[in-house]
């Protein structure tokens, strides 16, 4: 009895005495979709014009609808709130496809607020949103 209490006592000390650490760092973190292998969104501001970029890659045979909303708002008031600049609606059959969208802008901050529904077979829909700032 004394053996097993001695040898109880060595493995709980031993235990807190080695550290085992675990990291993801070097793992990207990527979602899961049901009927969309990837859905990016990009917005830049270059020469006073905003562009922004949606680039959405299906699976042949599953995806049936893809609709991408984008809206592009300017930031006023102290900073407050943001006003509408624009807004674009664009969809596609295609299970793959490049949206993309210009405005020109004046100075200022802008945000991008991006929602992307996949639509298909592989499940329910699959509903992306981004937001996106940029400076001008």
Request: aromatic share 14%; hydrophobic share 40%; charged share 20%.
């Amino acid at each position: 009895m004394k053996r097993i209490s001695f040898i109880l006592a060595l493995c709980i000390i031993f235990s807190f005495g080695f550290n085992v650490i675990a990291s993801a760092e070097e793992y990207k973190v990527t979602p899961r979709y049901n009927n969309a292998s990837i859905v990016e969104c990009t917005f830049d501001i270059l020469n006073d014009v905003a562009y922004v970029n949606v680039r959405v890659s299906g699976y042949s045979g599953i995806t049936s609808k893809i609709t991408v909303k984008a809206t592009l708002e300017k930031r006023a008031l102290f900073g407050l709130w943001w006003t509408d600049v624009d807004e674009w609606t664009q969809s596609t059959n295609n299970a793959n496809k490049t949206f993309e969208f210009t405005k020109s802008v004046g100075g200022g901050t802008y945000r991008c607020t991006f929602e992307v529904t996949v639509e298909g077979s592989g499940g329910s829909a699959d509903v992306y949103t981004k937001e996106l700032t940029a400076k001008n």
